[in-house]
């Protein structure tokens, strides 16, 4: 086990307070979220855990300027996100947020770097994407094209991507939802790395129960309300989860 970090709980990143969101499906609304709270402090490793359909994904979407919320705030560092407009809200997400998602979106007629290089592109402050690559491992198959790589080396450009442009949080959604145990846990020690080396707020959503022996913070979501939050002293290192 490694100790959490107490600097971890200091500095509030992002801020959810009384978060609602409701759909409207022909006669039927959906409530999606029932007035969630919820803090990523600066630094930190969380694990957002629940069944599907409790609200996970709709959850991280609005943390991460994908979506908005019925009614309540999200606050990114002072800044009220509810009240962004649309080009805001893209800065926002250019800016300070990478995302993973359970399927990889790389684009099939580039390579490994060439799709890592379409977020340093457009960033401010980017990495190069080779160092990306090779934070994540992948830096010998850096001129190999997504079919010539295995799912989980998929994923790990996919992370490199997200990480490229040195995002101040990676908001991760089901990373590992599409790959067999061994596979998924390389992913979490890259997400682990990242982490640890460069600082990055990570919050990660899953099913996955074990996987939340990597956390620092474990928030647990039950028909789209905060049943459950758990702050861990020790942590297990992706390397020694078992599922």
């Not at 300027?65 to 705030?73: F, K």
């Not at 379409?118 to 990495?127: G, H, K, Q, R």
């Not at 094209?145 to 450009?157: D, I, K, M, N, Y």
């Not at 996955?208 to 039950?222: D, F, G, R, S, Y």
Request: charged share 25%; hydrophobic share 40%; proline share 4%.
């Amino acid at each position: 086990m490694t100790a959490a970090d107490p600097a971890q709980s200091e500095e509030v990143v992002l801020s959810a307070r009384e978060l609602v969101k409701t759909y409207q499906m022909g006669e039927v609304k959906v409530h999606a979220l029932r007035g969630v709270d919820m803090n990523l402090r600066s630094g930190e490793f969380l694990v957002l855990l629940g069944a599907s359909g409790s609200g996970k994904s709709t959850l991280l979407n609005i943390l991460g300027g994908l979506d908005t919320a019925t009614s309540g705030t999200v606050v990114y560092r002072g800044q009220d996100l509810t009240k962004a407009d649309d080009e805001e809200l893209t800065e926002f997400r250019r800016a300070h947020v990478g995302f993973v998602f359970q399927f990889y979106n790389l684009i099939p007629s580039l390579t490994a770097e060439e799709n890592v290089r379409l977020v340093a592109d457009i960033a401010d402050n980017p990495m190069s994407p080779v160092d990306a690559l090779e934070l994540v491992g992948l830096g010998p198959r850096k001129d190999h094209f997504p079919s010539q790589l295995s799912g989980g080396e998929q994923q790990r450009v996919a992370i490199a991507r997200a990480v490229c442009k040195q995002p101040d949080v990676l908001l991760c959604d089901e990373p590992t939802g599409a790959l067999d145990f061994r596979t998924g846990i390389l992913v979490l020690e890259t997400l682990e790395r990242v982490n640890r080396e460069l600082g990055t707020t990570t919050a990660v959503i899953t099913h996955n129960v074990p996987i939340a022996q990597m956390a620092n913070t474990v928030v647990e979501l039950v028909d789209g309300q905060v049943s459950k939050v758990e702050h861990r002293e020790t942590k297990l290192p992706a390397s020694g989860l078992r599922w």
